[in-house]
């Protein structure tokens, strides 16, 4: 199993200002992702981090709104930029070990308020 | 396109049997349920791989159609602990690693 640390739990922000969600993973972890959660919705994937090379976004995010880092196997960042109201979400890390058939292990979500 | 669940809400009392469905438009290599509840970081509950392995909770049994694209998940004899939301994610490829979750299932256990 893993254990993810991700800050911060919740914050309220101002439109048109960015917020930086790190995630600490308690070992190193091949695949790691980051995810977004409209209240009483499903999951929805934002981008694949990849250890030292660009992340790898889905259909409907882009690298200038929503910069991914990953220094290492056990860290990663995300960065929501220029928000607007309609970036209020729970943003959630993930990850996964290497092996064939593991299950996804979640962090405990960033509450973002954009005001 | 996200696989979709049904039913999309139940609610049952202590005891009682539930079955959840989720259906997808592509070819899949595994699906996973996990449940969440509120306020809470989903949690894993089951694997279901192409080719029939299977690993997961004791209690909770899955079915994986390869041909249809469906899985569903068997509760029996629910607790008040099951209540919560039901995803199920799906993977179209081995060693693809990213999921894609359904649309779920809230689920709502009653003594």
């Known amino acids: 199993s893993a254990v993810i640390s991700q800050k911060p739990s919740r914050d309220i922000c101002q439109r048109g200002t960015s917020l930086t969600i790190q995630c600490q993973v308690d070992?190193?972890?091949?695949?790691m992702f980051w995810y977004r959660q409209q209240p009483g919705q499903s999951l929805t994937l934002i981008a694949t981090?990849?250890?030292?090379?660009?992340?790898?976004?889905e259909s409907g995010f882009v690298i200038d709104k929503f910069p991914i880092s990953r220094p290492n196997l056990t860290f990663s960042t995300l960065t929501v930029s220029n928000m607007s109201p309609e970036d209020s979400s729970i943003y959630l890390c993930?990850?996964?070990?290497?092996?064939?058939?593991?299950?996804?292990?979640f962090g405990q979500g960033t509450r973002l308020t954009v005001v | 396109q996200q696989p979709v669940q049904s039913p999309q809400a139940v609610i049952l009392r202590e005891g009682e049997d539930a079955v959840i469905n989720c259906s997808s438009s592509?070819?899949?290599?595994?699906v996973h349920w996990y449940r969440q509840k509120h306020g809470e970081a989903p949690v894993f509950l089951m694997i279901?791989?192409?080719?029939?392995e299977q690993k997961g909770h004791e209690k909770i049994s899955a079915s994986f159609n390869e041909k249809k694209q469906q899985s569903s998940l068997y509760l029996t004899a629910s607790q008040l602990s099951y209540s919560g939301t039901y995803f199920c994610?799906?993977?179209?490829?081995?060693?693809?690693?990213?999921?894609?979750f359904g649309t779920g299932t809230r689920l709502t256990i009653i003594p």
């Open positions: 993930s990850v996964r070990g290497g092996g064939l058939g593991t299950e996804a292990f």
């Open positions: 070992s190193q972890v091949t695949m």
């Open positions: 981090a990849n250890q030292g090379s660009e992340a790898t976004y």
């Open positions: 592509k070819a899949l290599y595994s």
């Open positions: 279901l791989l192409k080719g029939g």
């Open positions: 994610g799906t993977e179209e490829q081995a060693w693809a690693g990213k999921l894609t």
